[in-house]
Every structure is written in C-alpha cells, then in structure tokens.
C-alpha cells in the first residue's frame, strides 16, 4: 500500500516563498508518477504539478511562473516550490501517486493518481 505525508504547509505573506514535501513509501513497481494537488472549500481537487517515472514534469499554466516540482526518487520524495505566493494560492495542498505494473504505460498522474495524503494547509496573508 503507497503512504503518501505531506509536510511545509504553513501561512505565508504574499509575495513570500515556500516548499512543501510528500515523503512516499510502499511503491511496489518502479513505475509511478507522483503529483501535487490542491484544493479550497466548496471547490474541486485541481492539480498542480506532475513528475512521471522518468523525471519528465508538468506543471499547470496558471502557476507555471511561480512552481516548480522536484524530487528526490531515490528516497521517495517529492517536492513544490512555490515562489511569489498570491492569496489565491490558498488551499490544502495532497500529494497524489499512481503505479502500474504495466512498464509500457505511462501515467497520467492527473487522471491515474489513486493514492492520497491527508494534506498540508497552506495560508497566504496579504
């Protein structure tokens, strides 16, 4: 079973920085994809970044400027920078994963993620 703890939520001032980490264990296949999410009340889970098994990222328009999504695959971490935070940005923020022991298949973590964290709050005061 994939854990996914998320960890670097916090309130943050506009215009301030801030990294938020998803420390993953029980993959089973070396193909996974890992991505970030976030989500406000009365809102839908939107994403936000996504890195596949061969490092490739994406990250959404509407914060491509301002986020960038790292890892450290050899111990299972994931990462978010968010740069020039706005009060927009506000939201719990989950790491999502997806495996497949299918090794053609590349994942869509968007689409596929069926693993999830409990979430990290992040607050932005302006």
């Known amino acids: 079973q994939v854990q996914l703890v998320e960890s670097g939520g916090g309130s943050v001032q506009a215009g301030g920085s801030l990294t938020l980490t998803c420390r993953a264990s029980?993959?089973?296949?070396?193909?996974?994809?890992m991505a970030w999410f976030r989500q406000t009340p009365g809102k839908e889970r939107e994403g936000v970044a996504t890195?596949?098994?061969?490092?490739?990222?994406s990250v959404t328009a509407a914060v491509k400027d301002r986020v960038a999504i790292f890892q450290d695959k050899a111990n299972h971490f994931l990462y978010l920078q968010i740069d020039s935070l706005q009060p927009e940005d506000a939201a719990t923020y989950y790491c999502?994963?997806?495996?497949?022991?299918?090794?053609?298949?590349?994942?869509?973590?968007?689409?596929?993620?069926?693993?999830w964290g409990r979430g990290t709050q992040v607050t932005v005061s302006s």
């Open positions: 890195i596949s098994e061969d490092g490739s990222t």
């Open positions: 999502g994963a997806g495996e497949t022991s299918v090794m053609s298949w590349r994942l869509d973590c968007l689409l596929e993620a069926n693993y």
């Open positions: 029980g993959f089973t296949s070396s193909n996974y994809c």
